[in-house]
């Protein structure tokens, strides 16, 4: 083929124009730290990740871009970006994290400079149009808006080989809309946006073929792809269908046969992917079945061409943005030792991976992967290789992620590339738009054609640009971090390589000892250079702190990797000498290796540098961190006599100890030297310092590590030595004598005295410790045997040491001997010795320390040593009660150790546990028992006096049987009402039933008792107990004069006046002595005149008390009392009062005058509820006080009762005001319903469903509801739905339909509501036949009583009440009818007018009949038309 004039100029324009400049940027820039830039969100979550995968080689081809003209920009990953912020100086020094993730950067985005260039000169100069789509394979394809198709090398160069096609092709066919290369990159299809396809030959630039009818016209080709077989291809176009290519060519002719796969009305496909297997796999069997995955709008499709068209699987989306675009991708991944593909889809935020491997049946067998959650809506979804995806999404962010671990690796801004999207293509726009809405909105973000993937390199295209992507190798990743100075995050990313935890490696092959040693190589490197550039960059003034900051972030992280690598030369040779060139530094480095020492990973320091170690801790006064250091160090490495001299010096005892026992195999001279410091103060008696004890314990610690065959501080001694090792801290210990002292001056023993003197009790631990190794061991129990009679000889008889130390040393002697395999040999006088000193009565210091150590002695087995007649006597002459229980319980003498816990002072209070326990537990014999019960009712005197409650739930616990016995052994009053008021009180739980014999009579005698002892009590006790008899009970009360309680009494047995009698009488008292009170003040001087006030208002407070009582009395019970009985009460009461008040009036005494004037008021007020006014008044008009006096003296009685009376008047307007109105409102209501017509709903019978006039000549009767159902009479009574009867002839009916709805038939209701199927008014209407003089028709209507709910309860009061009266009007004994009657009206009406007092007497005819009816029930009226 020709090549076109527009082919010709455009390529020698190509020629003649120079590569587009493009402003580089300085990598130096990098270097500058963007203070004011803070971290992102991605960088920090990156720096907590924390994933291991396992290594796996990349082998993959890749383009060589190292030598080619593109433009490469540098890209570090937001894990390893530092915002540069100065708060790292706060840090005292930076360490290693090991699972800190660093990943660099991972990509290497290039831009083909060449490509952009000619791209952006082709559409200027010779209208070539914007680029559209692009394809990678051996050659770099461009499609453009103008029709034509640019092909370019991939060589250094990337010059245009190919121009193909021309304007007027594109004028015809439309923008290039797809592009795809064949596997061996022979053929090119190209796609356009009218629907087009062409074939061309990429050797030679000719027009093979030109496909115009494989798919319907006018929608556009979104995609076209080869397949792995060159004679077959697939297309999708923008009707969502997808079609198969078949080339044919036969006779030099070329043809292709197109077959519909999908059809876009079965649902739309936006994207297709056919499987093509990479050169290494094209013989896998899954390439046999040519598959091809297809992504609609709802669901993916996995489909095979061959042998024939088969569906292998469907998978619908979840749900997702509509907007969201479908992405597929396929990738050879290798899966358990086997490479099979994976396909990769998503819709939306969700990457979903689908493994598809060939059964050996020949099947093919799909399965689900972990799925990819992310928070972005993905465009665009590509392979780099087998482990790694790159990700655009929407924002046009790119994402390197590792699949296996699901992390992000690297995130870029793609924006500057200007990505092109087929959003044209999507629409149809060159062919009239005629695609779905649906189709057209996932367009708006579709770039299929944009972005290319091949051998792990993916090309995207812009709208003046081409860039690819690319992984860089493992080198190059470290070098990135490195030119950005960033050498720690290299140094962490190097050792991932090294231990194989690194994601996207690319660049390392061979086994794993041969990798490890090629990056352990590069971090030796980067070793040098990060010291090289700390010492460089390290401030040359300033403050000491901020140089000292700046090596504590080096030199920790130099020693860590050198440690890590095995490569401690490193640090003591070239880093070292590197380092301590500067003073800083060197510090710095000296006091870093602390913590690797501890830590044991650096156990061997070379002689200088632990020369320099020795002097820069002792010159810095750093002597706890050199002990740490000297103990966990090789000793070989050590100057023995320079460390030992300075750990005396400085008190490093530790070290000291380390070093004799590890360097000279010297156990004792450490002991002794301690011995020299604690020992002369013990001996004299001095307290010792805190330095002092804290060596004291040293020295135990030491004794007893060398003992048990353990090093001191820290590791084992030697297995050749433990023996050794035992018997000389042994033969040390038993010395007579120390080296170093004058005999005559020094006591035997120095040795155990003196960690006897320090720490008695530790030292006898460490003792018993060491003897439980003692097993046919002759020397070591010899050892024993000495240190044992040392330790008797040195404590018994010795007033240096307290009880509490003797007891301690025969605590131990005890539990030694009572070990069944026991060697040891102790005089048993010694016992006796000892049991004599702790015993002794005439020593009353430390009585309590002396009885515990004794006990403690006896519970380990001291016991088998000592007479116990003997131990018991002298332990109840010295009053050890514990021990005296100790030996009681060993003899099951129960009922003694009750004596000792009675004579214990201290432990009195836990004798009823004691007992409760004893008595309620299993395990004692009843004989036992019955011991300990005797012993508790003989001294059950005692035990009341000592805790009354307590003592009273022992005896109903345990007693209940005895409490008659109990009370005689209690004589005194006061102690018996104590004790029965605790044992009769309510008790809840298990014994809160429980019944005690005679219990009448207790509760009797308790309320006897509680009338001298405890009146305040009394009336509460009556009210909750039941179990007295009331007549004793009043019996008791009177006895004693409790009035109140009398009363409560009286009340209770229906005695209301006698109570009332009572009550009054103690007013009366109390009413007399404040009269009499007032009279002597009368008299009496001004000097008695505050005390006489005092009592005169402690007098008023009684009378108000009393008063109070007997109003409530009153008010209780007037309700059930006729009104006689109520005169009877408020009548003496009120005349008491006003008796009181004449006598006190008389006295000129206003103040108690005025408040028994009030008190009257407080009587009128209370009585006027239950006493008419009238009454009340005439029975003080008729009192001889009042009667033969003024009208003046009650004025203010009168008054105050007519003020009462306006009150109640008042409200009682208000009152009949509020019920006028709501029983107009009800009685509205109530004619509006009565009156309302009634429509049926039908014109037939819903029962027997036949027409209401059945017969015209028969007279039946019809029943129609207010719900509009209509019924004969008859069927209504064959279906039994009457309920009730209004009169002797009329029955009361519900709607059958309406109530078998409601679930069930009609019937009595205990509370009738409203509703459809319940009318207010039943009309029954009967047929006669016509008759000459007759009526036409004849009705009879009647309404039936229907019931109401009232809400408003009256009150009755009395025999007399309206209700009552009404009760009896209406239903006379000799009729049952409830209807109303004019009779019956007039009689009520008659009733009402007769309450002249009431509110009744306003009340007009009508309200009285609504009334009647609220208060008897109903409402029945009998109207005739």
């Given at each position: 083929?020709?090549?076109?004039?527009?082919a010709?100029?455009?390529?020698?324009?190509?020629?003649?124009?120079?590569?587009?400049?493009?402003?580089?940027?300085?990598?130096?820039?990098?270097?500058?730290?963007?203070?004011?830039?803070?971290?992102?969100?991605?960088?920090?979550?990156?720096?907590?990740?924390?994933?291991?995968?396992?290594?796996?080689?990349?082998?993959?081809?890749?383009?060589?871009?190292?030598?080619?003209?593109?433009?490469?920009?540098?890209?570090?990953?937001?894990?390893?970006?530092?915002?540069?912020?100065?708060?790292?100086?706060?840090?005292?020094?930076?360490?290693?994290?090991?699972?800190?993730?660093?990943?660099?950067?991972?990509?290497?985005?290039?831009?083909?400079?060449g490509?952009?260039?000619?791209i952006?000169?082709?559409?200027?100069?010779?209208?070539?149009?914007?680029?559209?789509?692009?394809?990678?394979?051996?050659?770099?394809?461009?499609?453009?808006?103008?029709?034509?198709?640019?092909?370019?090398?991939?060589?250094?160069?990337?010059?245009?080989?190919?121009?193909?096609?021309?304007?007027?092709?594109?004028?015809?066919?439309?923008?290039?809309?797809a592009?795809?290369?064949?596997?061996?990159?022979?053929?090119?299809?190209?796609?356009?946006?009218?629907?087009?396809i062409?074939?061309?030959?990429?050797?030679?630039?000719?027009?093979?073929?030109?496909?115009?009818?494989?798919?319907?016209?006018?929608?556009?080709?979104?995609?076209?792809?080869?397949?792995?077989?060159?004679?077959?291809?697939?297309?999708?176009?923008?009707?969502?269908?997808?079609?198969e290519?078949?080339?044919?060519?036969?006779?030099?002719?070329?043809?292709?046969?197109?077959?519909?796969?999908?059809?876009?009305?079965?649902?739309?496909?936006?994207?297709?992917?056919?499987?093509?297997?990479?050169?290494?796999?094209?013989?896998?069997?899954?390439?046999?079945?040519?598959?091809?995955?297809?992504?609609?709008?709802?669901?993916?499709?996995?489909?095979?061409?061959?042998?024939?068209?088969?569906?292998?699987?469907?998978?619908?989306?979840?749900?997702?943005?509509?907007?969201?675009?479908p992405?597929?991708?396929?990738?050879?991944?290798?899966?358990?030792?086997?490479?099979?593909?994976?396909?990769?889809?998503?819709?939306?935020?969700?990457?979903?991976?689908?493994?598809?491997?060939?059964?050996?049946?020949?099947?093919?067998?799909?399965?689900?992967?972990?799925?990819?959650?992310?928070?972005?809506?993905?465009?665009?979804?590509?392979?780099?290789?087998?482990?790694?995806?790159?990700?655009?999404?929407s924002?046009?962010?790119?994402?390197?992620?590792?699949?296996?671990?699901?992390?992000?690796?690297?995130?870029?801004?793609?924006?500057?590339?200007?990505?092109?999207?087929?959003?044209?293509?999507?629409?149809?726009?060159?062919?009239?738009g005629?695609?779905?809405?649906?189709?057209?909105?996932?367009?708006?973000?579709?770039?299929?054609?944009?972005?290319?993937?091949?051998?792990?390199?993916?090309?995207?295209?812009?709208?003046?640009?081409?860039?690819?992507?690319?992984?860089?190798?493992?080198?190059e990743?470290?070098?990135?971090?490195?030119?950005?100075?960033?050498?720690?995050?290299?140094?962490?990313?190097?050792?991932?390589?090294?231990?194989?935890?690194?994601?996207?490696?690319?660049?390392?092959?061979?086994?794993?000892?041969?990798?490890?040693?090629?990056?352990?190589?590069?971090?030796?490197?980067?070793?040098?250079?990060?010291?090289?550039?700390?010492?460089?960059?390290?401030?040359?003034?300033?403050?000491?702190?901020v140089?000292?900051?700046?090596?504590?972030?080096?030199?920790?992280?130099?020693?860590?990797?050198?440690?890590?690598?095995?490569?401690?030369?490193?640090?003591?040779?070239?880093?070292?000498?590197?380092?301590?060139?500067?003073?800083?530094?060197k510090?710095?480095?000296?006091e870093?290796?602390?913590?690797?020492?501890?830590?044991?990973?650096?156990?061997?320091?070379?002689?200088?540098?632990?020369?320099?170690?020795?002097?820069?801790?002792?010159?810095?006064?750093?002597?706890?961190?050199?002990?740490?250091?000297?103990?966990?160090?090789?000793?070989t490495?050590?100057?023995?006599?320079?460390?030992?001299?300075v750990?005396?010096?400085?008190?490093?005892?530790?070290?000291?100890?380390?070093?004799?026992n590890?360097g000279?195999?010297?156990?004792i001279?450490?002991?002794?030297?301690?011995?020299a410091?604690?020992?002369?103060?013990?001996?004299?008696?001095?307290?010792?310092?805190?330095?002092?004890?804290?060596?004291?314990?040293?020295?135990?610690?030491?004794?007893?590590?060398?003992?048990?065959?353990?090093?001191?501080?820290?590791?084992?001694?030697?297995?050749?030595?433990v023996?050794?090792?035992?018997?000389?801290?042994?033969?040390?210990?038993?010395?007579?004598?120390?080296?170093?002292?004058?005999?005559?001056?020094?006591e035997?023993?120095?040795?155990?005295?003196?960690?006897?003197?320090?720490?008695?009790?530790?030292?006898?631990?460490?003792?018993?410790?060491?003897?439980?190794?003692?097993?046919n061991?002759?020397?070591?129990?010899?050892?024993?045997?000495?240190?044992?009679?040392?330790?008797?000889?040195?404590?018994?008889?010795?007033?240096?040491?307290?009880?509490?130390q003797?007891?301690?040393?025969?605590?131990?002697?005890?539990?030694?001997?009572?070990?069944?395999?026991?060697?040891?040999?102790?005089?048993?006088?010694?016992?006796?010795?000892?049991?004599?000193?702790?015993?002794?009565?005439?020593?009353?210091?430390?009585?309590?320390?002396?009885?515990?150590?004794?006990?403690?002695?006896?519970?380990?087995?001291?016991?088998?040593q000592?007479?116990?007649?003997?131990?018991?006597?002298?332990?109840?002459?010295?009053?050890?009660?514990?021990?005296?229980?100790?030996?009681?319980?060993?003899?099951?003498?129960?009922?003694?150790?009750?004596?000792?816990?009675?004579?214990?002072?201290?432990?009195?209070?836990?004798?009823?546990?004691?007992?409760?326990?004893?008595?309620?537990?299993?395990?004692?014999?009843?004989?036992?028992?019955?011991?300990?019960?005797?012993?508790?009712?003989?001294?059950?005197?005692?035990?009341?006096?000592?805790?009354?409650?307590?003592?009273?739930?022992?005896?109903?616990?345990?007693?209940?049987?005895?409490?008659?016995?109990?009370?005689?052994?209690?004589?005194?009053?006061?102690l018996?009402?104590?004790?029965?008021?605790?044992?009769?009180?309510?008790?809840e739980g298990?014994?809160?039933?429980?019944?005690?014999?005679?219990?009448r009579?207790?509760?009797?005698?308790?309320?006897?008792?509680?009338?001298?002892?405890?009146?305040?009590?009394?009336?509460?006790?009556?009210?909750?107990?039941?179990?007295?008899?009331?007549?004793?009970?009043?019996?008791?009360?009177?006895?004693?004069?409790?009035?109140e309680?009398?009363?409560?009494?009286?009340?209770k047995?229906?005695?209301?006046?006698?109570?009332?009698?009572?009550?009054?009488?103690t007013?009366?008292?109390?009413?007399?002595?404040?009269?009499?009170?007032?009279?002597?003040?009368?008299?009496?001087?001004?000097?008695?005149?505050?005390?006489?006030?005092?009592?005169?208002?402690?007098?008023?407070?009684?009378?108000?008390?009393?008063?109070?009582?007997?109003?409530?009395?009153?008010?209780?019970?007037?309700?059930?009392?006729?009104?006689?009985?109520?005169?009877?009460?408020?009548?003496?009461?009120?005349?008491?009062?006003?008796?009181?008040?004449?006598?006190?009036?008389?006295?000129?005494?206003?103040?108690?005058?005025?408040?028994?004037?009030?008190?009257?008021?407080?009587?009128?007020?209370?009585?006027?509820?239950?006493?008419?006014?009238?009454?009340?008044?005439?029975?003080?008009?008729?009192d001889?006080?009042?009667?033969?006096?003024?009208?003046?003296?009650?004025?203010?009685?009168?008054?105050?009762?007519?003020?009462?009376?306006?009150?109640?008047?008042?409200?009682?307007?208000?009152?009949?005001?509020?019920?006028?109105?709501?029983?107009?409102?009800?009685?509205?209501?109530?004619?509006?319903?009565?009156?309302?017509?009634?429509?049926?709903?039908?014109?037939?019978?819903?029962?027997?469903?036949?027409?209401?006039?059945?017969?015209?000549?028969s007279?039946?009767?019809?029943?129609?509801?207010?719900?509009?159902?209509?019924?004969?009479?008859?069927?209504?009574?064959?279906?039994?739905?009457?309920?009730?009867?209004?009169?002797?002839?009329?029955?009361r009916w519900?709607?059958?339909?309406?109530?078998?709805?409601?679930?069930?038939?009609?019937?009595?209701?205990?509370?009738?509501?409203?509703?459809?199927?319940?009318s207010?008014?039943?009309t029954?209407?009967?047929?006669?036949?016509?008759?000459?003089?007759?009526?036409?028709?004849?009705?009879?209507?009647?309404?039936?009583?229907?019931?109401?709910?009232?809400?408003?309860?009256?009150?009755?009061?009395?025999?007399?009440?309206?209700?009552?009266?009404?009760?009896?009007?209406?239903?006379?004994?000799?009729?049952?009818?409830?209807?109303?009657?004019?009779?019956?009206?007039?009689?009520?009406?008659?009733?009402?007018?007769?309450?002249?007092?009431?509110?009744?007497?306003n009340?007009?005819?009508?309200?009285?009949?609504?009334?009647c009816?609220?208060?008897?029930?109903?409402?029945?009226?009998?109207?005739?038309?």
């Open positions: 083929m020709s090549e076109s004039p527009d010709r100029s455009l390529l020698s324009a190509s020629s003649q124009l120079n590569l587009m400049e493009m402003d580089a940027i300085d990598d130096k820039e990098f270097d500058i730290p963007q203070v004011d830039t803070p971290p992102t969100l991605e960088s920090i979550l990156n720096e907590l990740e924390d994933e291991e995968e396992p290594f796996v080689l990349e082998d993959t081809c890749m383009l060589n871009t190292d030598n080619m003209d593109a433009h490469s920009c540098d890209t570090s990953s937001l894990a390893s970006s530092d915002s540069g912020d100065p708060a790292h100086l706060k840090r005292k020094r930076r360490t290693v994290d090991l699972n800190a993730t660093v990943h660099g950067s991972v990509l290497r985005h290039s831009l083909l400079k490509i952009s260039a000619q952006v000169s082709a559409a200027d100069k010779v209208d070539a149009g914007l680029p559209t789509a692009i394809t990678v394979s051996g050659v770099i394809a461009v499609g453009t808006s103008h029709g034509l198709a640019l092909v370019f090398g991939k060589d250094t160069n990337q010059a245009l080989r190919l121009c193909l096609g021309t304007k007027a092709t594109g004028a015809e066919f439309g923008a290039v809309s592009l795809s290369i064949n596997h061996d990159c022979s053929r090119l299809l190209c796609g356009f946006a009218k629907g087009q062409t074939m061309w030959d990429l050797a030679s630039g000719k027009l093979l073929r030109t496909i115009t009818d494989a798919h319907p016209p006018g929608t556009a080709i979104l995609h076209v792809k080869f397949t792995d077989d060159p004679t077959l291809a697939v297309c999708n176009d923008s009707g969502g269908s997808v079609f290519l078949a080339f044919r060519r036969v006779m030099g002719m070329r043809s292709c046969d197109s077959r519909c796969l999908f059809s876009g009305s079965k649902g739309e496909v936006c994207c297709i992917e056919p499987l093509r297997a990479p050169p290494d796999f094209r013989d896998h069997p899954i390439t046999q079945y040519s598959l091809l995955a297809m992504a609609s709008l709802t669901k993916i499709l996995v489909i095979g061409l061959k042998p024939s068209l088969k569906v292998w699987m469907t998978f619908p989306y979840s749900k997702s943005d509509p907007a969201s675009v992405q597929l991708a396929w990738q050879f991944v290798p899966v358990q030792k086997m490479v099979n593909p994976i396909l990769a889809f998503c819709k939306g935020d969700t990457v979903h991976f689908l493994l598809v491997k060939k059964e050996e049946t020949g099947t093919i067998h799909v399965i689900k992967q972990k799925q990819l959650h992310l928070s972005c809506d993905i465009i665009s979804l590509s392979w780099i290789n087998s482990r790694t995806l790159v990700l655009v999404d924002h046009e962010k790119l994402q390197v992620v590792d699949r296996p671990s699901q992390e992000v690796l690297e995130t870029l801004d793609l924006e500057q590339v200007q990505l092109v999207y087929n959003s044209r293509h999507f629409k149809s726009l060159a062919t009239g005629n695609v779905s809405q649906a189709l057209a909105l996932v367009g708006e973000k579709a770039c299929y054609q944009s972005v290319s993937s091949y051998a792990g390199q993916i090309v995207y295209l812009g709208t003046k640009s081409a860039h690819i992507m690319a992984l860089r190798n493992w080198r990743r470290i070098d990135c971090l490195l030119k950005q100075e960033h050498f720690v995050e290299a140094l962490s990313l190097a050792w991932s390589f090294h231990e194989g935890t690194a994601k996207a490696v690319v660049g390392l092959f061979g086994d794993p000892l041969k990798r490890k040693g090629v990056v352990g190589d590069k971090m030796v490197e980067i070793l040098f250079q990060f010291a090289e550039h700390a010492l460089k960059k390290c401030p040359d003034q300033g403050k000491i702190q140089m000292e900051q700046h090596f504590h972030d080096v030199v920790p992280v130099l020693v860590d990797y050198c440690l890590l690598l095995k490569r401690a030369d490193l640090i003591f040779n070239q880093l070292y000498a590197q380092l301590v060139e500067n003073m800083v530094a510090g710095v480095f000296l870093s290796l602390e913590s690797y020492i501890v830590a044991d990973r650096l156990g061997h320091l070379t002689t200088p540098i632990m020369r320099d170690l020795l002097a820069h801790y002792h010159g810095n006064g750093m002597m706890d961190s050199l002990e740490r250091c000297i103990v966990h160090l090789d000793v490495s050590l100057d023995i006599q320079q460390v030992v001299q750990c005396w010096e400085n008190q490093l005892y530790d070290a000291m100890i380390y070093v004799f590890s000279m195999n010297d156990y001279t450490p002991m002794e030297k301690l011995f410091v604690i020992g002369p103060q013990l001996r004299a008696g001095r307290s010792l310092k805190d330095e002092e004890v804290v060596m004291g314990n040293k020295l135990l610690v030491y004794i007893s590590c060398c003992l048990a065959g353990r090093a001191y501080p820290l590791g084992d001694i030697p297995e050749d030595l023996v050794q090792v035992k018997y000389q801290v042994f033969e040390f210990l038993i010395r007579l004598h120390s080296a170093d002292s004058l005999e005559e001056e020094e035997v023993f120095p040795f155990i005295r003196t960690l006897l003197h320090f720490d008695t009790r530790e030292f006898l631990n460490v003792l018993a410790m060491t003897f439980e190794d003692f097993k061991d002759k020397q070591a129990l010899e050892y024993q045997q000495r240190i044992v009679d040392i330790l008797l000889q040195v404590m018994v008889d010795n007033p240096d040491f307290t009880p509490s003797v007891g301690g040393l025969f605590t131990f002697l005890a539990r030694q001997l009572a070990k069944p395999d026991n060697t040891l040999f102790v005089n048993r006088k010694l016992f006796d010795q000892v049991l004599e000193f702790l015993c002794c009565p005439d020593d009353d210091s430390r009585h309590t320390e002396r009885q515990q150590v004794l006990l403690e002695l006896l519970q380990v087995g001291g016991v088998v000592f007479n116990e007649g003997r131990l018991l006597a002298l332990a109840e002459k010295a009053k050890f009660y514990q021990i005296c229980e100790f030996l009681y319980e060993k003899k099951h003498l129960y009922d003694r150790i009750i004596d000792c816990y009675l004579r214990d002072p201290l432990r009195k209070g836990e004798i009823f546990s004691y007992i409760h326990n004893l008595l309620a537990m299993p395990g004692y014999s009843p004989e036992e028992k019955q011991m300990v019960r005797d012993k508790v009712l003989q001294h059950i005197k005692e035990l009341v006096t000592l805790d009354p409650s307590k003592s009273a739930d022992l005896v109903v616990f345990h007693f209940a049987k005895e409490v008659q016995q109990i009370i005689c052994e209690l004589q005194d009053d006061q018996l009402f104590q004790f029965l008021s605790c044992l009769l009180e309510p008790r298990h014994h809160s039933g429980t019944i005690l014999p005679q219990e009579d207790l509760h009797e005698l308790l309320l006897d008792l509680l009338c001298r002892f405890g009146p305040n009590q009394l009336l509460s006790f009556l009210q909750t107990s039941q179990h007295y008899r009331l007549e004793e009970a009043i019996q008791i009360t009177q006895k004693y004069h409790r009035n309680a009398t009363a409560y009494l009286l009340e047995k229906g005695d209301v006046h006698g109570a009332f009698t009572v009550l009054l009488e007013l009366k008292e109390k009413l007399s002595l404040l009269t009499a009170e007032s009279d002597r003040g009368a008299d009496g001087g001004e000097g008695r005149q505050d005390e006489e006030e005092r009592d005169s208002e402690s007098k008023l407070t009684g009378v108000k008390d009393s008063l109070n009582d007997i109003i409530v009395l009153c008010h209780r019970n007037s309700d059930s009392l006729y009104q006689q009985q109520r005169e009877a009460l408020w009548f003496p009461l009120l005349e008491t009062m006003m008796a009181s008040q004449k006598l006190v009036k008389g006295l000129n005494d206003e103040h108690t005058f005025e408040v028994l004037k009030e008190l009257t008021m407080k009587v009128l007020n209370c009585m006027s509820t239950f006493i008419s006014l009238p009454a009340i008044i005439q029975r003080i008009l008729k001889p006080v009042y009667g033969k006096g003024k009208l003046a003296e009650i004025q203010g009685l009168i008054l105050g009762m007519l003020d009462t009376f306006n009150y109640e008047q008042t409200l009682l307007e208000t009152t009949t005001s509020l019920l006028n109105h709501d029983l107009h409102w009800s009685l509205a209501h109530l004619r509006a319903a009565v009156t309302r017509g009634l429509h049926p709903r039908q014109d037939y019978c819903n029962i027997c469903l036949q027409q209401y006039k059945r017969r015209q000549d007279a039946e009767e019809i029943i129609v509801f207010s719900c509009g159902h209509l019924y004969h009479h008859q069927c209504l009574q064959q279906k039994d739905s009457g309920w009730g009867f209004t009169s002797e002839l009329q029955q519900s709607c059958y339909k309406c109530s078998s709805s409601q679930g069930g038939r009609g019937g009595p209701s205990t509370e009738p509501k409203r509703g459809r199927g319940t207010l008014a039943q029954r209407v009967t047929s006669v036949s016509h008759d000459a003089g007759a009526e036409a028709h004849r009705k009879k209507v009647r309404f039936y009583s229907t019931k109401y709910t009232n809400d408003t309860t009256v009150k009755t009061a009395g025999p007399s009440s309206p209700s009552s009266t009404i009760h009896n009007i209406l239903n006379p004994s000799e009729n049952n009818s409830r209807s109303f009657t004019v009779d019956k009206c007039s009689s009520i009406f008659s009733f009402f007018q007769t309450k002249n007092d009431t509110i009744y007497s009340l007009d005819l009508l309200e009285i009949i609504m009334f009816c609220f208060h008897s029930g109903f409402l029945s009226y009998n109207l005739k038309s």
